[in-house]
């Protein structure tokens, strides 16, 4: 988590690298234990470049499937061990391909902006 410098009023944020490095880890783990999950991102301030202090991460897991209702699905599915806070969507394969019909604005910015944390083929 962010610190505040014992001898200034300067806050001292986590590098980029850090946070990345730290979700990375984070999504080899969650697609080693959870069969479900299909692709994991993030987007947001990180993705683009302007990230700053106080900045979140903003992070997308897709599933095959899930029985789980949306709002316990964000509590599993959190990344506890991240350097910094941590908003979580977490969408079915079918939802997310829900979301570039219904909103292909939307859609469109979230894959520009998308950066993959599992470096893995999705699963047939």
């Avoid at 709002?71 to 910094?84: A, S």
């Avoid at 394969?93 to 894959?111: I, K, T």
Wanted: net charge negative.
């Amino acid at each position: 988590m962010p610190v505040r410098s014992l001898n200034t009023a300067v806050f001292k944020w986590p590098r980029r690298d850090a946070v990345v490095g730290a979700a990375e880890k984070w999504a080899a783990a969650l697609v080693e234990r959870d069969a479900a999950v299909v692709r994991v991102g993030y987007i947001g301030s990180y993705a683009r470049g302007d990230w700053g202090v106080g900045s979140d991460l903003d992070v997308i897991v897709i599933l095959s499937d899930t029985s789980t209702p949306p709002l316990e699905r964000q509590r599993h599915y959190y990344p506890d061990d991240l350097p910094v806070h941590a908003d979580v969507w977490v969408y079915t394969q079918l939802e997310w391909n829900r979301v570039a019909d219904d909103s292909p604005g939307l859609f469109h910015r979230l894959c520009k902006e998308w950066r993959d944390l599992s470096a893995h083929e999705p699963r047939a």
